[in-house]
């Protein structure tokens, strides 16, 4: 393989193949997501990253998403969704300190 993109598509194929060929082999009926993330940097360079994958998938920015610092698009193949998601500076920095403080509380398992 020539990269991890090509080595990625690669996996998805021969498992849809393989999928395809053993159908006794149980699968998931849930939603399937591929995610990808710019890298980290300012909020205005990554929300100029996902701008630009959205417009390459013809796709809007979800609003639903906003209020919790992620600014993502995405694309669905059937249950199949690929999603490009900045997770902004404010967002990072809640989820840091609520991960502060694990180890710190211990349950009585009693």
Do not use: W
């Amino acid at each position: 393989m020539h990269n991890e993109r090509d080595a990625l598509i690669a996996g998805l194929i021969a498992l849809a193949g393989f999928l395809k060929a053993n159908p006794e082999v149980p699968v998931s009926m849930g939603p399937v997501a591929v995610r990808a993330f710019p890298e980290h940097g300012p909020d205005h360079q990554m929300r100029a990253e996902v701008d630009k994958v959205a417009a390459l998938l013809g796709t809007e920015i979800d609003p639903d998403h906003l209020p919790h610092g992620h600014y993502m698009t995405g694309i669905d193949f059937g249950p199949v969704r690929y999603e490009f998601t900045a997770i902004l500076a404010a967002a990072r920095a809640r989820h840091a300190a609520v991960d502060s403080y694990r180890d710190c509380i211990q349950t009585d398992n009693t």
